[in-house]
Nanobody, 125 residues
Framework: QVQLVESGGGLVPAGGSLRLSCAASGRIFSNYAMGWFRQAPGKEREFVAAISVSGGKTVYADSVKGRFTISRDNAENLVYLQMNSLKPEDTAVYYC??????????????????WGQGTQVTVSS
């Protein structure tokens, strides 16, 4: 089993920045890829970013490319999502997740099996 706990969400004005953290436990963190998703009210959960086991490969949704950065610290069992130039449309609950094929970087919802409880990000206009 994998336990994931997100933190760092909050209320920020448009153009501002936030850094989300996801703490992982339960298995060897350095063996699995990680992803971030988000879900806005009334919308489906969507992919945001993913990072490989080593951190050497990253993938982003087009909507956040150039503004968000995913990173990880395998020594501390943490994965981060640095969000800059935030827009009101970034408002959502953000979730970190582990893919079903734990060592494979993935960008679709169905490929993920372990989820955190989410952290709310609200961007005011």
């Amino acid at each position: 089993q994998v336990q994931l706990v997100e933190s760092g969400g909050g209320l920020v004005p448009a153009g501002g920045s936030l850094r989300l953290s996801c703490a992982a436990s339960g298995r060897i963190f350095s063996n699995y890829a990680m992803g971030w998703f988000r879900q806005a009210p009334g919308k489906e959960r969507e992919f945001v970013a993913a990072i490989s086991v080593s951190g050497g490969k990253t993938v982003y949704a087009d909507s956040v490319k150039g503004r968000f950065t995913i990173s990880r610290d395998n020594a501390e069992n943490l994965v981060y999502l640095q969000m800059n130039s935030l827009k009101p449309e970034d408002t959502a609950v953000y979730y970190c997740a582990v893919p079903r094929r734990i060592a494979t970087i993935a960008s679709t919802l169905g490929e993920y099996t372990y989820w955190g409880q989410g952290t709310q990000v609200t961007v005011s206009s």
